[in-house]
């Protein structure tokens, strides 16, 4: 067990445009989240997947974000457009039925310049 | 909607000394509690959780935490820190009926020589 990969793990950009990052969770965890961290906060909730469905998206979440998780595995996390307050990192993490915590991986660093 | 409340933004200690960081949550129904710790460019590695029975728990690194209900707190605790507890602590609550948890926006825990 590996543990929750996310690629690349820094990612610079120029302003408008489209980037998009990869989650490889544990194997065999069948809820998968993202989330958001921007200097000296916590983790802001984006979305949550149970298998290939995506069940919950937060507000933060605006048209220019999509995910995707097609065959219950990998994730991917798509920014159209970026700007420059979109320069975070960004978190994907993973849980099992039988897990009440949720494991995280090491995070992507976007920078938009 | 669930929020949780860190009320310390910054903790600095002496190392050997004994440190409290602070958490309380907002929610009226049965909910699972959590610290994680970040360092550096890094992940959230889990130390504790409580999900029911006794109010104190015990997790990895020497921490241990304390879920008072009443008063909705779940206050992190280390009797002697050491220099490489210097990190940032989120404290995170995940009601009983959903799958998504909630972060506080951290504490900086930063231990002195």
């Known amino acids: 067990d590996t543990g929750v990969s996310q690629d690349p793990r820094h990612k610079i950009t120029k302003r408008g445009q489209n980037v998009t990052f990869r989650c490889d969770p544990i194997?065999?965890?069948?809820?998968l989240y993202w989330y958001r961290q921007t200097l000296g906060q916590g983790p802001e909730f984006l979305t949550y997947?149970?298998?290939?469905?995506?069940?919950?998206k937060s507000r933060l979440l605006s048209d220019r974000f999509s995910a995707e998780r097609p065959k219950g595995s990998f994730s991917t996390l798509e920014i159209q457009r970026t700007e420059q307050g979109d320069s975070a990192m960004y978190l994907c993490?993973?849980?099992?039925?039988?897990?009440?915590?949720?494991?995280f991986g090491q995070g992507t660093r976007l920078t938009v310049v | 909607a669930q929020s949780v409340t860190q009320l310390d933004s910054q903790v600095p200690v002496f190392e050997e000394a004994p440190v409290e960081l602070r958490c309380n949550y907002s929610?009226?129904?049965?909910?699972?509690l959590f610290w994680y710790v970040q360092y550096p460019n890094q992940g959230l590695q889990l130390l504790l959780k409580y999900l029911s029975g006794s109010t104190l728990v015990k997790g990895i690194n020497g921490f241990e935490a304390e879920f008072n209900k009443s008063q909705t707190s779940f206050h992190l605790r280390k009797p002697s820190v050491h220099i490489s507890d210097t990190a940032e602590y989120f404290c995170a609550v995940r009601p009983g009926g959903s799958y998504i948890p909630t972060f506080g926006r951290g504490t900086s825990l930063i231990v002195h020589p």
């Open positions: 997947f149970q298998n290939e469905a995506q069940l919950e």
């Open positions: 194997s065999e965890h069948n809820r």
């Open positions: 993490a993973s849980s099992s039925e039988g897990n009440t915590e949720a494991f």
């Open positions: 929610s009226s129904v049965s909910v699972y």
